[in-house]
């Protein structure tokens, strides 16, 4: 990887400067993936070399006026304007060796038949001018004020112009009322507001043809490019307050935000018979409300030993308020099995698949006694084989796959010139579809696959009569692996979503910084410091794979909410040094 820029400065007056900088940012990587002889996927093996280079180049210009007026130069002004020119151009080549001659011999040149070779290229070109208008009162008022406008080279040219403003305040009430207060030591209120537009990926405006794997013939697209595209636009509004107290000893930051998303753009379904699959076009509104507070405290602060606590929590709920008309749900992502869809009134984060097909709301079944008793949402059971039923024709809601909440728990103790910090995070609330657990309870690895080993085991639920009334099932299952096999089978999402709540030890350090005193020794060296840390120390939790941070890489993108034979996660365990001058 490469990258850098250069920029210089020119002060025209006291009050005004001009600024030119350009910067690029290039990297390539080189891959390799094989597939060994006699894997189920690839009989007679596999290789495949690809080759993926970024490139992006920035310029920009800035024009900056700096004043101060009033009778005691109370009113503070800082104006800006500038410009922006971006150009991104990605390239991805990839030789594949679909069969090989020999085994254990990764080459292009042992191909069985002729090396299938794709190469794609991608450019895009943003230009953009900025204005930022910056006030302040007494240092306990500030107003900022700003305005962008972008060209995308990927939209429309009728709507490849958008403009997006944004203001925000801040006031410092002790500054304000002259508060010399012990108690309340630092007091601010903030709010904002901003409107953010947003393009898509380049090449998204034409349905165009690509090389197919049988030479001399093509395939085109399946997603049909709305010509009348529009910019995404998001716009939030934030307030928040920070609160410090005895003397910085203690301290709280409160966020509130809202943001909504509409013209989102997105690939919506279409009837096949039309030719396409997809359409991408402007679609959907989405909602984004949260919480963000952060806190701090400082209980033992003497002369040679001082203990500060920190504490963070955030909360963020999602809501779909529109999609396009005509569509009833949008598939986000999917895995191995089920979708994430967003739904109206539901969340963006929604999973939804197979589950177990189970006894309607307001099902009774008659005793032997006669009472009855509510079997309302029991699991269905096969009467003559004993294994539960999973409903592959229907998809229902299975839960959501973001956290109720996410927080953390740090402390730094300081004892002369040692600081030891400790740091905790945690997640409460979170699904997961585990591809691992299915497996794993498939083939009887877990302790959940125990019970009935010897005797067999009749599971809870009910079985249909040939009437048509529900009765409790008793049958004893056939075969207790086969009954395992169905019940975390791989089409069942209900059974296979797993809880990814958690507490980790996410770090520890130990840091030693060099006495002022020894460091006057040597002049040229300003301060100096040793650390040794470790990360991903432990984790609590009942996710029963590895990890319960944990996602799938989908081509180039990471998607949440699924999890496909996920390796062991790693500590890791380091030391630094630190030197300035």
């Not at 990764?106 to 001018?129: F, H, P, R």
């Not at 006030?135 to 997006?164: E, H």
């Not at 920190?310 to 999602?318: E, F, P, V």
């Not at 600081?419 to 997961?432: C, E, I, P, R, S």
């Amino acid at each position: 990887r490469v990258f850098g820029n250069i920029n210089a400065t020119f002060n025209l007056h006291k009050k005004f400067s001009a600024m030119l900088r350009g910067g690029i940012d290039m990297n390539q990587e080189e891959r390799t993936y094989t597939r060994p002889w006699s894997s189920k996927m690839s009989p007679n093996g596999e290789y495949r070399e690809q080759i993926i280079q970024n490139y992006e180049m920035n310029m920009d210009f800035m024009l900056k006026y700096d004043d101060k007026f009033g009778a005691d130069k109370e009113f503070g002004v800082t104006t800006t304007f500038g410009g922006n020119h971006m150009k991104m151009r990605s390239t991805n080549e990839n030789q594949t060796a679909r069969s090989l001659l020999l085994p254990g011999y990764y080459t292009l040149s042992n191909a069985v038949d002729n090396v299938y070779a794709t190469k794609t290229n991608s450019k895009k070109v943003i230009n953009s001018l900025y204005g930022l208008i910056q006030l302040s009162y007494k240092n306990y008022l500030f107003i900022d004020v700003t305005g962008r406008n972008d060209w995308s080279s990927t939209l429309p040219i009728q709507n490849n112009s958008y403009f997006y403003p944004s203001v925000s305040t801040s006031l410092l009430f002790n500054e304000m009322l002259d508060w010399k207060n012990d108690k309340l030591s630092f007091s601010t209120l903030r709010l904002s507001y901003a409107k953010v537009g947003n393009d898509t990926k380049a090449y998204q405006l034409s349905r165009l043809y690509a090389a197919s794997e049988f030479g001399g013939s093509y395939t085109i697209s399946t997603t049909v490019p709305d010509i009348n595209l529009k910019p995404e636009d998001v716009t939030s509004y934030e307030i928040g307050t920070e609160l410090k107290f005895l003397n910085n000893k203690a301290g709280l930051d409160v966020t509130y935000y809202n943001s909504e998303s509409s013209n989102l753009i997105v690939n919506m379904p279409v009837d096949p018979s039309s030719g396409a699959w997809y359409v991408l076009t402007n679609a959907g509104k989405i909602r984004n409300r949260g919480w963000e507070v952060a806190a701090f405290v400082t209980p033992i602060s003497i002369k040679d030993f001082t203990w500060r606590v920190n504490a963070s929590w955030s909360k963020n709920n999602t809501k779909v308020l529109k999609l396009a008309d005509g569509i009833s749900s949008w598939i986000i992502s999917s895995g191995p099995r089920g979708q994430i869809e967003a739904r109206v009134g539901g969340t963006m984060t929604a999973m939804y698949g197979s589950g177990f097909k189970r006894a309607p709301e307001g099902t009774f079944v008659t005793n032997a006694d006669g009472t009855t008793t509510d079997v309302s949402n029991k699991i269905m059971y096969d009467a003559s084989t004993g294994y539960p039923i999973v409903d592959t024709e229907n998809s229902k809601y299975i839960g959501d796959v973001a956290p109720d909440w996410k927080g953390s728990l740090g402390s730094t103790f300081t004892y002369k010139a040692f600081t030891l910090k400790v740091l905790f995070d945690m997640q409460k609330g979170g699904k997961v579809y585990s591809l691992s657990n299915n497996k794993l309870n498939q083939f009887g690895k877990t302790t959940k696959t125990l019970e009935g080993r010897y005797d067999g085991l009749i599971g809870d639920g009910v079985v249909l009569n040939s009437d048509g009334s529900y009765s409790m099932n008793t049958t004893v299952t056939k075969s207790i692996s086969e009954y395992y096999a169905t019940y975390y089978g791989i089409d069942n999402v209900e059974a296979n979503m797993v809880e990814t709540e958690y507490i980790k030890l996410r770090e520890v350090s130990l840091e030693y910084s060099i006495p002022k005193k020894v460091l006057n020794k040597i002049k040229f060296i300003k301060s100096a410091s040793f650390s040794i840390y470790g990360r991903d120390l432990y984790c609590w939790t009942n996710y029963p794979i590895f990890d319960p941070e944990v996602a799938t890489l989908n081509g180039s993108e990471i998607t949440p909410g699924f999890e496909t034979a996920q390796f062991p996660s790693t500590r890791s365990f380091g030391a630094s040094v630190r030197v300035s001058f």
